[in-house]
C-alpha cells in the first residue's frame, strides 16, 4: 500500500511520500516512491507513484530514455517536455505505452494494471502545477479550491488536510499538516509505513529548497506524532458532554 500527498500553495509545493512496498504480510520492502527531475534554474519535477511497482518503474524508465512525440515522431523525455502540461501528457502516453506493452501479460496472470502519479513543479518561468495522473493516462489538475491531491490509501490523511490547508498557507506548515496526514495514515494502516521522503519547492526558484528523508526515529517527526495525539486528546477531552440520554441537562 501507498500513501502520497501533494500540496500546492502560494509559497510552493510540498511532496511527500512513504516508501512501504509489500506483497503480503511476510513480504515487506522498501522503494523510493517519490523521484525528482532537476535541472537548477531550468526545471524542477516531483513525481510520487502509487500501484504496481514493476508498471512505475517501466513508467520512469520511459520518461529518461523517450516516448515518441506524436507530433514529431522523436523521442521526447521529461528533460525535453517545455511545460508542464505536456510533460504531464508525456506521463500519459508513458502509461499507456506501458499498459499496450504489458496487456497479455496481465491479463493472463488475472492481475489489475493499478499505477497513479502525483506530478508536480515548474518549468521556466511557466506556472508551477500539480497534477493527478490516473492508469488511463489522463489527469487532472490542482486548484486553489482544493490545493492538495493524494495518492494509494488517502482517506485517513484527506480530513486533516480538508481542514487546515489553504492556498494562502505558509509552506512550511503546509508540510507540517501534511506530515500529520501521513501519521494518521499510518496509525490505521500498516501498509504505509517509514521511511518517508519529502520536497519543499519554492515557487519560481526551479530548484529543490528541502530534499529530505526521515528514517524511524527521527526526533521532529516522533515529537510531531505525540504532540498531535496530545492535541486530539486534549480537544476531546475540552468539547462538552452531548447533551443526550439520562442525566444530560
Not at 517545455?82 to 492481475?111: C, D, S
Not at 518561468?125 to 489538475?141: E, T, V
Not at 494562502?168 to 521522503?197: C, E, F, H, Q, W
Amino acid at each position: 500500500m501507498t500513501y502520497c500527498v501533494g500540496i500546492l500553495v502560494e509559497e510552493g509545493l510540498v511532496m511527500i511520500a512513504d516508501t512501504r512496498t509489500n506483497a503480503g504480510l511476510d513480504d515487506i520492502s522498501t522503494y523510493r516512491k517519490l523521484h525528482m527531475f532537476t535541472k537548477p534554474g531550468e526545471r524542477v519535477l516531483a513525481l510520487a507513484s502509487a500501484g504496481n511497482l514493476s508498471v512505475t518503474q517501466s513508467v520512469l524508465s520511459l520518461l529518461t530514455e523517450g516516448v515518441e512525440d506524436p507530433d514529431t515522431g522523436k523521442p521526447e523525455t521529461i528533460y525535453d517536455a517545455p511545460t508542464m502540461f505536456r510533460a504531464a501528457q508525456l506521463i500519459g502516453r508513458a502509461i499507456r505505452k506501458v499498459r499496450a506493452i504489458e496487456r497479455a501479460g496481465f491479463e493472463a496472470a488475472q492481475l489489475r494494471f493499478e499505477v497513479s502519479f502525483l506530478f508536480g513543479g515548474q518549468i521556466g518561468d511557466g506556472p508551477m502545477r500539480l497534477y493527478m495522473i490516473y492508469s488511463a493516462g489522463n489527469f487532472i489538475a490542482c486548484s486553489q479550491d482544493a490545493p492538495f491531491l493524494q495518492i494509494g490509501e488517502h482517506k485517513y490523511g484527506k480530513p486533516i488536510l480538508d481542514r487546515a490547508v489553504t492556498f494562502k498557507t505558509d509552506i512550511y506548515d503546509a508540510l507540517k499538516v501534511g506530515l500529520v496526514s501521513m501519521d494518521s495514515t499510518m496509525r490505521s494502516n500498516l501498509g504505509v509505513g517509514l521511511p518517508i521522503d519529502l520536497a519543499v519547492i519554492r515557487r519560481n526558484t526551479c530548484d529543490t529548497e528541502v530534499l529530505h528523508r526521515i528514517e524511524a526515529g527521527e526526533p521532529y517527526f516522533h515529537d510531531l506524532r505525540e504532540r498531535w495525539s496530545a492535541a486530539l486528546r486534549a480537544a476531546h477531552r475540552a468539547i462538552p458532554r452531548p447533551p443526550y440520554g439520562p442525566g444530560a441537562k
